[in-house]
Nanobody
Framework: EVQLVESGGGVVQPGGSLSLSCAISGSTSDDNTIAWFRQAPGKEREGLKCTRTSDHMTYFVASVKGRFFVDGDSAKNTVYLHLTSLVPEDTAIYYC???????????????????WGQGTQVTVSS
């Protein structure tokens, strides 16, 4: 059974940074798609960026004007979401998910993914 385990959330002041990780286990492949999403209180889940655990590129999230970026570590079967220049509007639960094909040029769509991590809370507050 494929599982995703997230970590790295917390409380940070405006302007600060956090790095979230998403580790995949139970997969027979070393080339897995992982996508990042977030859901703020009272809002729909929002796609950020997808990548593959075998992809060594860094991808910036356009919807937040490049303040977030994604990279991966194939040896650890882990993908990271790096959050920088955080603002209070970034407060949300951040999720990773797998199960769909990844087009790094497109925003991932939540209902295309069938396996989700537990989510990690990011709170931006002074």
């Amino acid at each position: 059974e494929v599982q995703l385990v997230e970590s790295g959330g917390g409380v940070v002041q405006p302007g600060g940074s956090l790095s979230l990780s998403c580790a995949i286990s139970g997969s027979t492949s070393d080339d897995n798609t992982i996508a990042w999403f977030r859901q703020a209180p009272g809002k729909e889940r929002e796609g950020l960026k997808c990548t593959r655990t075998s992809d060594h590129m860094t991808y910036f999230v356009a919807s937040v004007k490049g303040r977030f970026f994604v990279d991966g570590d194939s040896a650890k079967n882990t993908v990271y979401l790096h959050l920088t220049s955080l603002v209070p509007e970034d407060t949300a639960i951040y999720y990773c998910a797998t199960g769909a094909n990844c087009d790094v040029g497109k925003v991932p769509i939540p209902n295309e993914y069938h396996t989700w991590g537990q989510g990690t809370q990011v709170t931006v507050s002074s």
